[in-house]
Structure formats: C-alpha cells, structure tokens
C-alpha cells in the first residue's frame, strides 16, 4: 500500500524556501485557514470528529475531543501552545516539519486559534533544536509580514492571533503538557498534579489547547479534504496519514509518511521503507512510539498493521512514530538498561516514585545485566514497575513500566538467565 | 530561560557565571537563587566553565546499538584524557548525552548547534584535526 500522494509531507522538497509564504500558498497553504474562516466553528469541530485524527506527540488521544473539552470551556482567555519540545529517542519527525514546513504548523494554529477565539499562541521548541528555532522565527515574521500573523488576519475584523516562540533547555520531561507550561511561564519545567486539566486550568491558569507539532501540521489537511477523506486515508481507529521514523539496526534509516494501516513487515522490509537490517541479521525487536512505548517480539510483530487498534490488541502503541529495530546480537537486558538509564537522567525529581523507583530500577537492571541477578529479582522488579506505574504523579513515572513489562513479557527467560 | 540560553552561547567558556546570573536576577527582578534554580535545572545550562569544544555523544538507545561506545573509545585515544575530563590545553570535553533527534545518523556528536553524524574512527580523528587547526567553525 504505497502512498499515492504525500499528505504532511507533501510541501517538503519542493519549496525552496519554507519560510516563504508565497511558496507555502503555492503549495496549496492557506485555502484550509481560508476555508475555516467561512465555516461554522461547530463544523470544523465535527470534521475533526469525523477525522478521528488522533494526537501524533505520543498518547493518541482524539483531538476532535480535546478541542472539544477546550471550546466548552467559559473562562477566558483561551491559550493555544504547541509542543514541539520532541525529545523521545527514535524520534525526530517534528523536526522535520518544523524545518521544512514550519507554515503548516502554524496555519494548523491559526485554525486553533480562530475556533477558540483565542489571540495567542505559543510554541516550545526544543532547545536542541536552536537552529531549527531560527527557521521558525523567520517564518513567523514572513507570516506577520503577509498578514497571517498579528492582527485583523486577512482582513477578518477581531481575528487576531499572535504566535510566540520559546525554546527549551534540554529537559525531557518537558514534552509533559504541563511540565511544558510550566517551563512557558519562565518556571523550572516540572508536570503538575492533574486534575485540573488543562484544558480548564492551563497556561496562566487559563483554559489551554496543547497539541503535538505533526497533529497541528494534521489539522488544516482535515479542513481541506474534509473529516470523512482524512478517516478513510488511515482506517477505522485512527485516520490519516503518520509520520514514522525507523532508526536502530535498519538500512534506511529516516522518516517516511505511510497511510495508517500499512503493514508493518512493508515498512520494515520493503526497499521503500526500512529495507531490512542494516547488518544482514534476523531483526529480533522492535521498540515502538519513544523510550515509553512498548517493544514487541520479532514474532509479535509478524503480520500487524500500523494502525492504532491493530496495534493495541497485539499489546503495543503507535505512540510517537518511532520505530527503533534491534537485530538478534542485542540483549534485551542490555536495551532495557540502556532506556532505564534515560529515564533516571530525565526523571525531574519532583515526586519520590518516579526519582527512587527509576535509580532503583536501573541498579536492579545493572545487576541482571552483570548476572548478578538473585533469585526473587524478577519479582520484585515487577512490584517496583507496578508501584511507580501507580503512584508517579506524570506520564513520565507512570509509563517507564511499558517497555520493561513489554520486555519482560517477550523475553522473560533472558531475564532469568541473568540469576545466579 | 531563552536570555540565559542566549547569553551562554554567546559567552566564552560556555557557562553563566555568577555575575551574568546576578545581573540577570536583577533586570528580571528575581533573586539569584531563582535564577540559578532554571540553571540547574535544565542540562543546557552551566554553572561551571566549560572546554571550548564540547563533544556530546547521543547515547540514547538507538545511538547506543549503533556504535556510541566506540565514539567514546576513539575520542579517548585522540584525546588522550577520560569522558568528562578537558584536555590539558583547554579545547576538548567529551560526555554522553540524552537523545539529540538525530538517530537517522547515529552515532552522533554535538557540539554546540552542529551535529555531526554517521561516525567512525577516521572521521572522529578528521574532526578533531579540523577543529584544533579551526578548519571548522561550529
């Protein structure tokens, strides 16, 4: 199932300049802002349930219902931030937008912006990402400069809109939608304990929409193909289109725009996509959707499709898109250790189960993986995984259990011949 | 975070010293504290002076299963000091890193806003030469 026509991607390349407005019109930019001003907001809310566009940071959750819950809320005023702090290892789609079709992430704001009646914007730029920033900056200025930006855009009388740019500082942590607000308003980035949500208690504490770089870059291509083309691009649990990236032990390692639904043993071997293994061995593991996401057997893969609800009922996640292949030389200890170490490096040390559980973990891990693993290990590993899964205040803590449980689940004789 | 960030790449050793800090509280009406609060929070930042290049290994596990031990291993041999320590006239540090989105290239190293990538041994040495004679600005 090859792509017929690009859909996110479909700009980049071929503008030579992509923080050019005129090119980003030629293109086709704008007609969807230009569309959405003429509907009624309550339509373009249904295109987006219709869509079921799910959001493409990680957590797939259906924006259509999110801007839902934001557009019923009273209080004023209404924040739009977009996340662009991308820092999940295996992944770097984001980046690419943000390079080479930084328009479209911001028409997708505009659209925010307009439905929500709210006049700023912001975007967390990774900090990493500071040459990528300078692109940004440019395309914003070139879109205030043509009346896309600041006030009365294209001429509409109250539509006002204003887009600031923050950068990071190198916290993952951060891509945590509170912790990320948090960072915004000049504090140290830390998640907050939810509820409230964000959508009621946000940025300044006011109600804020935040989604993910590649899920605004989705939104104006919902308006122009409509709710219903954009579903049947991907399938019946999740439309459109996603951004992938394979790294690891794959030939062609980079990012690919498949149709939700594409087999993965085509993206994983086609010559299109992944093309194999880069070193000429059997791929053992896969580790889907970021550090967080689940690893799924050479033999649980077999025969899925990339897609949401295909993916769930084999036990595993789409998540951020990333796809990092392992081939049999790897020791899932190994692999396991080597993401507990970033989850120590990147816990923010704010709650005890997440700070304690993960330096806990990684020790435990450390031992396995030096064999010096002792009876009852196992066990108390999966107690630990369960209490820091149930008791860390934020994604972070609370996900570090999928990949090792995942692992577990695939390999758990490996794991026992680390005991001695 | 964004003057703090600004103000560090623009300054020579690579770090916010306390004067900078103290001078950024004041404009910002903050105490000193609160500043050094987002310092060392954020591992962008830095307390301390740092060598003029500093090498950052991505050693998440995409880059680790692609060779990142070896750019240390290299690194070491050129450079003839251990991860974390400067080179004698200044010039080099080398450290691992988190995930720089930069795994379509691993192994990968960092300095400053330039990511260098697809690493091997000659192409380590090739970058340390560059750098020492100033053949590469990053």
């Not at chain 1, 053992?284 to 689940?294: E, T, V, W, Y």
Request: glycine share 12%; net charge negative.
């Amino acid at each position: 199932m090859a792509m017929k026509e690009p859909v996110l991607l479909k700009r980049v390349g071929k503008m030579t300049d992509s923080t050019s407005v005129d090119e980003y019109i030629t293109y086709g930019g704008f007609a969807a802002l230009q569309k959405a001003v003429s509907m009624d907001r309550e339509d373009i809310l249904g295109e987006l349930d219709t869509a079921l566009l799910r959001g493409r940071g990680g957590a797939a959750y259906p924006l259509g219902r999110k801007w839902r819950h934001l557009y019923g809320s009273t209080d004023t005023p209404k924040y739009i931030v977009c996340n662009a702090d991308e820092g999940e290892p295996g992944t770097f789609k984001d980046k690419l937008l943000l390079e080479k079709d930084p328009l479209s992430i911001i028409e997708g704001m505009l659209i925010a912006g307009y439905v929500f009646g709210s006049n700023d914007g912001y975007i967390y730029i990774r900090g990493e990402y500071r040459h990528i920033q300078a692109v940004f900056h440019q395309a914003v200025s070139n879109a205030l400069a043509a009346g896309y930006l600041g006030n009365k855009i294209m001429g509409i009388d109250g539509f006002d809109f204003h887009l600031h740019i923050v950068s990071g500082g190198g916290a993952y942590v951060c891509g945590e939608n509170s912790a990320l607000l948090n960072s915004v308003e000049g504090k140290t980035g830390r998640p907050r304990v939810k509820p409230p949500h964000l959508a009621d208690v946000g940025l300044y504490l006011k109600p804020t929409l935040v989604n993910n770089v590649e899920s605004f870059a989705c939104v104006p291509a919902v308006i122009n193909m409509g709710g219903e083309a954009f579903l049947q691009l991907g399938t019946k649990d999740g439309g459109g289109t996603k951004l992938i990236c394979l790294s690891g032990h794959i030939k062609n390692r980079g990012i690919y725009e498949i149709p939700l639904g594409t087999p993965l043993d085509e993206i994983l071997y086609s010559e299109e996509y992944g093309g194999g293994t880069s070193t000429g061995r059997p791929i053992k593991f896969c580790h889907f959707g970021g550090q967080s996401g689940p690893i799924g057997t050479s033999g649980q893969i077999k025969g899925c499709l990339y897609d949401y609800g295909d993916f769930w009922s084999h036990k595993l996640a789409v998540g951020s898109g990333a796809i990092v292949v392992m081939d049999d030389s790897v020791s899932v200890v190994d692999y396991i250790t080597s993401v507990m170490e970033f989850f120590v490096h990147e816990s923010c040390g704010k709650c005890t189960p997440c700070r304690l559980g993960t330096t806990r973990l990684l020790e435990l891990l450390q031992n396995l993986q030096h064999h010096k693993g002792r009876p009852g290990d196992l066990e108390r590993l999966e107690k630990m995984l369960e209490h820091i899964t149930y008791l860390s205040a934020c994604g972070l803590g609370q996900s570090v259990s999928v990949s090792v449980n995942s692992a577990l689940a695939g390999y758990r004789d490996e794991f026992e011949a680390c005991i001695s | 975070m964004e003057i703090l960030i600004d103000l560090q790449f623009a300054s020579e050793e690579g770090y916010i010293d306390q004067e900078t800090a103290a001078m950024v509280a004041e404009e910002l009406h903050m105490t000193e504290t609160r500043v050094y609060e987002i310092v060392s929070y954020y591992a962008m930042l830095k307390d301390k002076p740092q060598a003029k290049y500093v090498l950052k290994i991505c050693n998440s596990s995409p880059c680790h299963f692609s060779r990142s031990e070896e750019v240390c291993l290299s690194l070491e041999k050129k450079l003839g000091v251990p991860m974390g320590k400067t080179t004698d006239d200044g010039l080099f540090a080398y450290h691992y890193i988190p995930c720089v989105g930069a795994c379509d290239i691993g192994p990968v190293i960092k300095i400053k806003d330039t990511v260098f990538g697809n690493l091997n041994d000659e192409k380590i040495s090739a970058l340390i030469d560059d750098l020492r004679r100033g053949k590469i600005a990053v």
